[in-house]
Structures are given as C-alpha cells and as structure tokens.
C-alpha cells in the first residue's frame, strides 16, 4: 500500500463490515478478535489504526506506538487463537500531512471459517469454539456471531469454496457431488439449520 492509496481508503470512509478504524494505540491482544472477525468476511478486510472512534478524526499513531506493531509477534499472538490460520499483513504509512497509520488487511478463510482456539484476549473477551465476525447487518462492529442469518452467510460461503477448491483440483462433478451430496446452497442451508437449532432459534 502506498501513501496515495491510503489516502483514497480514508477519504470520505465510514467503518463497514471490510473496513473498522481505531483509534491510536499500540499492538494489543485485543485487535486478535477483530482480526478474527475479518477473517470471517468475504474477501476480507482492512484494519486502520490511528483513526478516532465515533468522530473518524485522523489522529496518527506515536513513533512508539508504531513500533509496538512487530508482524512476527501480531502472528504469533494471532496464532494462538486462529483455527485455521488467518493471512495478514501490516503497513505502516504517513498520509498526505505527516500522519502515521498503521493498515492491517486480513485474507478471507480459504475454505474454512476461522474459529477461537482457546479462551484469552487482553479483556477475556476471546472465547474457545466462538467464531467472529464483521455482521452486514447494524452497525459494524467485530462480534461473536449469535444469529442465525450471520451463521448462514458464512457457511455457505464455505461451502462455495470447498466446491471451488474440488473444481481446481480437476475433480469430475460426480466426484464433487459424492464429496458434497446436497450441492453446495442445499449443503449451507441444511448446515445452516443444525446451527439454527444449536442457537436456539436466534
């Protein structure tokens, strides 16, 4: 990412559910459930650090502050609480008056959504077997999805890209078909109703 393209990703932007801005800080535990979240998004997501919360006012991070954000630590710390691993980059950039940001873009899951391996985070907000996500619905924000409308989203998406996966590996339809009977609307929507009944009808 280059200053210009910074500048057109803040431009005019509001948080969505591929874009969240916070404001200036150090590299904490507690950016791994939001980089979890975004994970769980499809096509991903982008991370801006230095951005003040509620009033999108550019603040910059310190020198210090930039620093804290060490790729191979945030990947290790990441790690710990990724299953499967989540694909992550770090910039850090001035914008156009001087200004330090830090971007992290977070890869979409391959084929599987990403799930909380273990219980942690700076606030013991990280839960083991929860998966996050950025929900379409309301206002953006990284959450543990508790509705089935979200659950849903995100299982069919898996299932799209299993099949895709079968289909690059040359695989014959019938051979795809026996790997995934139901096809893959009526595989998410049939996974998407045990989930439904494991929510509790949410």
């Given at each position: 990412?280059?200053?210009?393209e910074l500048e057109e990703l803040l431009q005019?932007?509001?948080?969505?559910?591929?874009?969240?801005?916070?404001?200036?800080?150090?590299?904490?535990?507690?950016?791994?459930?939001?980089?979890?979240?975004?994970?769980?998004?499809?096509?991903?997501?982008?991370?801006?650090?230095?951005?003040?919360?509620?009033?999108?006012?550019?603040?910059?991070?310190?020198?210090?502050?930039?620093?804290?954000?060490?790729?191979?630590?945030?990947?290790?710390?990441?790690?710990?609480?990724?299953?499967?691993?989540?694909?992550?980059?770090?910039?850090?950039?001035?914008?156009?008056?001087?200004?330090?940001?830090?971007?992290?873009?977070?890869?979409?899951?391959?084929?599987?959504?990403?799930?909380?391996?273990?219980?942690?985070?700076?606030?013991?907000?990280?839960?083991?077997?929860?998966?996050?996500?950025?929900?379409?619905?309301?206002?953006?924000?990284?959450?543990?999805?508790?509705?089935?409308?979200?659950?849903?989203?995100?299982?069919?998406?898996?299932?799209?890209?299993?099949?895709?996966?079968?289909?690059?590996?040359?695989?014959?339809?019938?051979?795809?078909?026996?790997?995934?009977?139901?096809?893959?609307?009526?595989?998410?929507?049939?996974?998407?109703?045990?989930?439904?009944?494991?929510?509790?009808?949410?």
């Open positions: 990412m280059t200053t210009e005019g932007a509001q948080e969505s559910d591929s874009l969240e801005f916070k404001g200036a800080m150090g590299w904490d535990l507690g950016l791994v459930k939001d980089i979890l979240a975004m994970a769980n998004v499809q096509d991903g997501g982008r991370i801006v650090i230095g951005i003040e919360d509620g009033t999108l006012t550019r603040q910059g991070v310190s020198q210090e502050q930039l620093d804290s954000f060490s790729p191979d630590t945030m990947m290790d710390r990441v790690g710990l609480f990724a299953d499967p691993h989540v694909s992550f980059s770090i910039d850090k950039l001035p914008d156009a008056t001087g200004l330090h940001f830090v971007i992290i873009s977070v890869a979409a899951f391959d084929r599987t959504p990403v799930i909380c391996s273990r219980d942690g985070g700076a606030k013991n907000e990280l839960k083991r077997g929860a998966m996050y996500y950025r929900s379409k619905t309301g206002r953006p924000k990284s959450a543990r999805v508790d509705n089935a409308n979200d659950m849903r989203d995100i299982i069919e998406r898996a299932a799209i890209q299993t099949m895709r996966h079968f289909h690059n590996l040359g695989l014959e339809a019938g051979s795809i078909e026996t790997a995934a009977p139901l096809g893959a609307p009526a595989l998410a929507t049939k996974m998407a109703e045990i989930f439904d009944k494991e929510l509790g009808g949410l």
